[in-house]
């Protein structure tokens, strides 16, 4: 009877050790998975992310998950450009970042509209077997407004808990298939990036007055918005369940890796407090605006006969 109990016991061990080795394997780092997932862009000095930034990685690093429309695999969204900065600046100085190699920041958009392009010269991206995708073809790579059902744009504005009981409300359909998508799911473009066109605007580093650049399109939007050269800009505090953001990083100098290196060792535990990575400059934190202010994509958007010179 011992025997068996050992036995049981000794099987019991032995499963939760499997499990336990598989569970590790799939659940990598968020993080991690971030930094690892950056394409160098041809003949070009910077990587792009793979896929927009997510709702499971936006998490990790900020501790909180703004979105409107929850899944830890769909594009992280309602995040101003400001909130943008503050995740760059806790990116940078997290261990994974550091290790890489990379300093962290928004794309300008003329680097996000190379990356968008892929090499083509029309009004969308090129694929890996030379197709140029066109406004008919578009749904190959992007959810927008054609191939995905959207909700009165009044509802989408003032979602709360009491127009839930509303009996319009009622109707619609809350299922995934109603805002974007996880990351990933339409095809790449020719350099191996998911998502350029539609699901979520993204945000850049580039001004326009006090406002800053955002392209691509999102779910909500026409296969016009979605072009690789038309163009949107709203104040960096704006947050819509429309507007995300992907990852632009180039080398770090080496004078500056040194340097980060010799002051870890004087750091206070990562974590708290944490110093900004390399000086990333003057920042000003996101002043209590409240994650239930939802900005529209504003109409002010136009087609940029390509600010690329080829
Ligand atoms: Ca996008």
Redesign the pocket.
Known sequence: MKRLALLLLLLLAAGAVWLAARGGGARRDPVERLVAEMVQIPGRDFRMGKY?VTQAQWEAVMGENPSVFKGADHPVECVSWDDCQAFLEKLNAHPAARASGLVFRLPTEEEWETACRAGSTNAYCRLADGTEITEATLGRVAWYNENLSTRPRWLSRFLDFAERLVDRVREVDWSETESHKPVGRKEPNAWGLH??H???W?WTETPVGEDRVSR?GGWYDSAWDCGASTRCWSSPSDRGFNFGFRLCATQRPAAEETHAENAESAEPRPGEAGSPAGGAGERSEPEGVTHAEVAEPKSRAESAESNLSN
């Open positions: 927009e998502d350029l539609g699901n979520v993204e691509g």
